[in-house]
């Protein structure tokens, strides 16, 4: 539902973010859930009397070293709507703007993917965590101020 924050850790319901999920995620801590690999899909459905643009807010941090920093692209039903870097392994809240221009062609829906640069060089710390990119904390998707 707009206005409601989704909030992927282990230890929390997960009913909210399992509606939401498309593809891309695992392995959920109690920071929160891993992008694996460079892309995740979420799929929102919207009511008709949904209000025109949109704001998606996350709170995220990356798989960075001093040496590179992470490039984070969202896009609304196919059309890029921001860029973030992340320079460091904090965890930043990032907010998108999703015109209403980015809903029109997709009625009642709202596909959103995330899509990293590239996959950062570190070292595993576990069982394919080469493979993660992005650490989501929560989602938000709401009416734009």
């Known amino acids: 539902a707009l206005g409601t924050t989704v909030e992927p850790q282990s230890g929390k319901p997960r009913k909210a973010f399992d509606d939401i999920l498309v593809c891309g995620f695992e392995n959920s801590i109690p920071e929160g859930t891993w992008l694996r690999g460079i ?25 960075v ?28 809240q990032v907010e998108f703007l999703i015109p209403a221009s980015a809903r029109a062609a997709a009625s009642g829906r709202l596909d959103i993917a995330l899509r990293m ?29």
């Open 39 to 63: 892309e995740g899909r979420l799929r929102f459905t919207l009511d008709d009397g949904a209000p025109g643009d949109l704001v998606l807010r996350l709170d995220a941090s990356a798989r």
């Open 117 to 145: 640069q590239r996959l950062p060089h570190v070292e595993p710390t576990g069982k394919d965590s080469r493979l993660h990119s992005l650490l989501v904390g929560s989602i938000w998707l709401g009416p734009a101020d």
């Open 65 to 92: 070293t001093p040496s590179f920093r992470q490039q984070l692209t969202v896009f609304a039903n196919g059309q890029p709507v921001g860029i973030v870097t992340f320079d460091d392994k904090d965890p930043h």
